[in-house]
T-cell receptor, first 116, second 112 residues
Framework: DQQVKQNSPSLSVQEGRISILNCDYT??????FLWYKKYPAEGPTFLIS?????DKNEDGRFTVFLNKSAKHLSLHIVPSQPGDSAVYFC???????????????FGQGTILTVHP | DSGVTQTPKHLITATGQRVTLRCSPR?????VYWYQQSLDQGLQFLIQ???????AKGNILERFSAQQFPDLHSELNLSSLELGDSALYFC???????????FGPGTRLTVL
């Protein structure tokens, strides 16, 4: 039972254009969401996060949008650069208390390729 | 560089053996987490420690155990290794249990 889903295994984008990566979750109690980028043979790198009290958070070229009613979040990268080519994971940080507090649950990842 | 260090980077061992993976968190971080990334399961949470105490457990096998020491570094012990334990093992740390986690470079374990 996957609680966090990234339905697109891969995305290909031209340099300078917008990259949009999508993520769906199942539990309406989730309230903190994160995006990580991962290069081969390296650990995930934290990119940006958003709390459920917001619907948008920006950090430079990266913007995360949260649609709570649809249980959907997306990461926008504008403009995309070849160095952005990596695997992108969305994740939910459980903060509702109990024995799972602090646990990150990841989606399966989307491979982004940005072509020069 | 996240500030989280992990050793060794690679580990090759045989079935039935026992290994220890080590993690040093970022300076000031009290929480340490262990994750496993395998080809078929993706990134899976194993266990969490906060200031020396176990606080959360995921799908961690009974053959696996961990601890966090007074200097806050952590070790993950894997015993009676099986072929299916071959994976990348990541350590992460955070200031508090409810904040962003920063990952180390991982240890690639190969069980032959």
């Amino acid at each position: 039972d996957q609680q966090v889903k990234q339905n697109s295994p891969s995305l290909s984008v031209q340099e300078g254009r917008i990259s949009i990566l999508n993520c769906d979750y199942t539990n309406s109690m989730f309230d903190y969401f994160l995006w990580y980028k991962k290069y081969p043979a390296e650990g995930p790198t934290f990119l940006i996060s958003i709390s459920s009290i917001k619907d948008k958070n920006e950090d430079g070229r990266f913007t995360v949008f949260l649609n709570k009613s649809a249980k959907h979040l997306s990461l926008h990268i504008v403009p995309s650069q070849p160095g952005d080519s990596a695997v992108y994971f969305c994740a939910v940080l459980e903060r509702a208390g109990g024995t799972s507090y602090g646990k990150l649950t990841f989606g399966q990842g989307t491979i982004l390729t940005v072509h020069p | 560089d996240s500030g989280v260090t992990q050793t060794p980077k690679h580990l090759i061992t045989a079935t039935g053996q026992r290994v220890t993976l080590r993690c040093s968190p970022r300076s000031g971080d009290l929480s340490v987490y262990w994750y496993q990334q395998s080809l078929d399961q993706g990134l899976q949470f194993l266990i969490q420690y906060y200031n020396g105490e176990e606080r959360a457990k995921g799908n961690i096998l009974e053959r696996f155990s961990a601890q966090q020491f007074p200097d806050l570094h952590s070790e993950l012990n894997l015993s009676s290794l099986e072929l299916g334990d071959s994976a990348l093992y990541f350590c992460a740390s955070s200031v508090t249990r409810g904040s962003e986690q920063f990952f180390g470079p991982g240890t690639r374990l190969t069980v032959l």
